[in-house]
């Protein structure tokens, strides 16, 4: 089982950026596929990005290729989410997540996932 707390959101004007992190609890974080997912106000969540165990193979939505990264340290438990040329569109609860299956390839969908954190709110002001 692992734990997932999101820190790094906030309010930011349009072409700027922010950086999230998410740490995991336990020893295992490393065999898990991680991904960040987002919701806005009247929308479903959504997938953003996923990274492989390895931190390999990073997978994106359309909308944020270009502009997002997605990183992980395995030893220090962590996945991040660094964000530039924000978009007022990206206005949205960011919700980390992690894939204890065999798959080797991150998911872009929901039900992949295993464990969610609380979530951090980004908006971005135009």
């Known amino acids: 089982q692992v734990q997932l707390v999101e820190s790094g959101g906030g309010l930011v004007q349009a072409g700027g950026s922010l950086r999230l992190s998410c740490a995991a609890s336990?020893?295992?974080?490393?065999?898990?596929?991680m991904g960040w997912f987002r919701q806005a106000p009247g929308k479903e969540r959504e997938f953003v990005a996923g990274?492989?165990?390895?931190?390999?193979?990073?997978r994106y939505v359309d909308s944020v290729k270009g502009r997002f990264t997605i990183s992980r340290d395995n030893a220090k438990n962590t996945v991040s989410l660094q964000m530039n040329s924000l978009k007022p569109e990206d206005t949205a609860v960011y919700y980390c997540?992690?894939?204890?299956?065999?798959?080797?390839?991150?998911?872009?969908?929901?039900?992949?996932?295993?464990?969610w954190g609380q979530g951090t709110q980004v908006t971005v002001s135009s």
């Open positions: 997540a992690a894939d204890g299956s065999v798959r080797n390839y991150p998911s872009g969908g929901l039900m992949a996932y295993d464990y």
């Open positions: 990274i492989s165990r390895s931190g390999g193979m990073p």
């Open positions: 336990g020893r295992t974080f490393s065999r898990y596929l």
